[in-house]
């Protein structure tokens, strides 16, 4: 008996051991890239850190006050924000389009990769591409409405200018979460609705939407994260402080060294994230799942 349980333990410590070995190094990614870059940002956010002058002295909370003084930096705060409104846009019209391709059309697989190929599509090519679209001279855009609009440099149009295509680029991975999650309902819903003479808005509205409600919650929060960080576009196609992000800003900072305010804003920039996500987890979450 006692052998026998030496071989048991054995065999736990080989498990163990080869479980430890293959998160081994996902853990030390994480420590590595996340954690010890956390360690220090927070620890430079407190600095005035500067790569140029090569000056590092404990400032306390002086670079969150020249942040929120900033004009520049409310400015792309509040950009960043009205950028986002495209977030329910998008997750309307990913829903829209997947009740479609839900139903019985034809040629459907064709549509869905034509639908989701901006989703793997190169971010910088697509960049590219949609800066000549928008181009007030010679853009297709204009060629098509017979208008010289200023997409790209008219402030107040420019963010509408960039809510469209990032519509364009996410459709596809909304509408592929939301038609997935469409497939996996059971028809047995349906079949009962149909019984009970409901019409097609009826079995939407009551049936599907909510049925869809974690899908919908995953992208939103995801959406949440993504528009908080939105630079790429900003970087290619606009590059004005007319549509500057929170991360532009702070990627312009750091162009001249301020690794101290940029700290701080990446610090803050972080806990908004936080505290936003696990706000709709704490009540959105909540409605869906009722815990």
């Known amino acids: 008996m006692k052998d026998k349980k030496q071989g048991l333990n054995r065999v736990k410590i080989q498990e163990y051991f080869w479980g430890y070995l293959f998160i081994a190094p996902i853990c030390l990614g994480f420590i590595i890239f996340l954690v010890i870059p956390l360690i220090y940002s ?4 407190f600095t005035d850190f500067n790569v140029i002058s090569n000056e590092r002295n404990y400032i306390g909370f002086k670079n969150f006050v020249t942040l929120f003084n900033d004009k520049s930096f409310r400015k792309a705060v509040y950009n960043t924000f009205y950028l986002m409104m495209g977030i329910p846009i998008g997750m309307t019209l990913g829903f829209l389009l997947a009740s479609a391709l839900n139903s019985k059309i034809r040629f459907k697989r064709a549509y869905m990769v034509l639908y989701y190929l901006p989703a793997v599509s190169s971010a910088l090519a697509v960049g590219i591409v ?9 853009g297709v855009i204009n060629q098509i409405i017979g208008k010289k609009i200023y997409w790209l440099v008219d402030p107040r149009i420019v ?8 519509l364009w680029g996410g459709l596809g991975g909304t509408m592929l979460l ?18 009970e003479g ?9 049936i599907t939407i909510p049925l869809v409600a974690p899908t919908s919650f995953y992208l939103f929060v995801t959406g949440i994260i993504g528009g908080m960080s939105a630079f790429t ?11 500057k992000t929170i991360v532009f800003y ?23 994230v936080f505290m936003l996500t696990l706000i709709q987890f704490r009540f959105i979450n909540r409605r869906i799942y009722g815990a």
């Open 233 to 243: 576009d900003n970087y290619i196609i606009v590059a004005s402080d007319s549509s």
């Open 130 to 138: 949609w800066k000549w679209f928008f181009n007030a001279d010679y």
């Open 198 to 206: 409901a019409n097609f808005f009826q079995k939407t509205f009551k």
């Open 250 to 272: 702070l990627w312009e900072k750091m162009k001249i060294g301020e690794y101290g305010l940029v700290s701080a804003g990446a610090i803050l920039l972080a806990s908004v």
């Open 159 to 166: 963010k509408i200018s960039l809510i469209m295509k990032g």
């Open 178 to 195: 939301y038609l997935a999650a469409m497939q996996n309902l059971s028809p047995t819903y349906f079949e009962v609705a149909d019984l």
């Open 42 to 45: 927070i620890n430079f956010s």
